[in-house]
Nanobody, 115 residues
C-alpha cells in the first residue's frame, strides 16, 4: 500500500502562486508515475501534470507554461509549482501515484483562486 498526503493548498488572488507538495509513504519502492489531478465543482477529475520516475513530464494544455511539476525520488515527494493562477484553476487537487499498475490517491487539497 502507498499513502499519499498533500499539502500547500489555500486561497490565493488571481495572478498569484502556490506550491503543492505530496509525500508518499508505505510501499514506495517501484512507484513509477506520480502526478496531480484536479476536480472543480460539477466537473470530472482531470489530469493537471504527471512525472515519471525518470523525470519525463506531461501537462494539461490549460496549465502549460504556468505550472511546473517536479519530483524528489529520495524523498518520495512530488511538487506542483503553480504560477499565474486563474479563477478557473480553483479545484480540489489530488496527488496520484502509479505502482505496478495500481493507482493510489491522496485525499486532496483545496486551491481557491479568488479576489
Amino acid at each position: 500500500q502507498v499513502q499519499l498526503v498533500e499539502s500547500g493548498g489555500g486561497l490565493v488572488q488571481p495572478g498569484g502562486s502556490l506550491r503543492l507538495s505530496c509525500a508518499a509513504s508505505g510501499s514506495t519502492f517501484n512507484i513509477n508515475t506520480m502526478g496531480w489531478y484536479r476536480q472543480a465543482p460539477g466537473k470530472q477529475r482531470e489530469l493537471v501534470a504527471k512525472v515519471t520516475r525518470g523525470s519525463s513530464t506531461n501537462y494539461a494544455d490549460s496549465v502549460k507554461g504556468r505550472f511546473t511539476i517536479s519530483r524528489d525520488n529520495s524523498k518520495n515527494t512530488v511538487y506542483l509549482q503553480m504560477n499565474s493562477l486563474k479563477p478557473e484553476d480553483t479545484a480540489v487537487y489530488y496527488c496520484n501515484a502509479d505502482r505496478w499498475g495500481i493507482n493510489y490517491w491522496g485525499k486532496g487539497t483545496l486551491v481557491t483562486v479568488s479576489s
